[in-house]
C-alpha cells in the first residue's frame, strides 16, 4: 500500500513540476552559476522543505476537515484555475 501511495505521489508530482516556474527558475540560477551542484542542492532543499510543510499543513487540515470537503474544496480550486486559464487564454489569442 505504502508503495501504491509513493508511486502515485512521485509521478503527479514530477508531472506538475515539469515546466513549473520553479523549474524554470532552477534553469535559469543553473544556467547563471558556475556551481551547478550548489543550484541543484539548493533547489531540491527547498522543493523538500516545501513538500515537508504541505504534508503537515496536510496532515493537521486532514484532523480538523473532513475529507471529502478538502477533496471539493481543491477540486474546485482546480477547476476554478483551469476555467480561468482557458478563457484569459482565449482572450489573449484575440
Known sequence: MISA??????ITIF???LGDKTQI???T????????IAVFI???AALVLASLVGVIVGQSFSKLIPE???EVSAASAFLIIGINLLLTSKENSN
Request: proline fraction near 4%; glycine fraction near 8%.
Open 5 to 10: 501511495v509513493f508511486i502515485s505521489t512521485f
Open 68 to 70: 471529502l470537503f478538502l
Open 29 to 36: 540560477l543553473s544556467g547563471s552559476s558556475n556551481h551547478p
Open 15 to 17: 508531472l506538475a513540476e
Open 25 to 27: 527558475a532552477t534553469l
Open 42 to 44: 539548493g533547489s531540491s
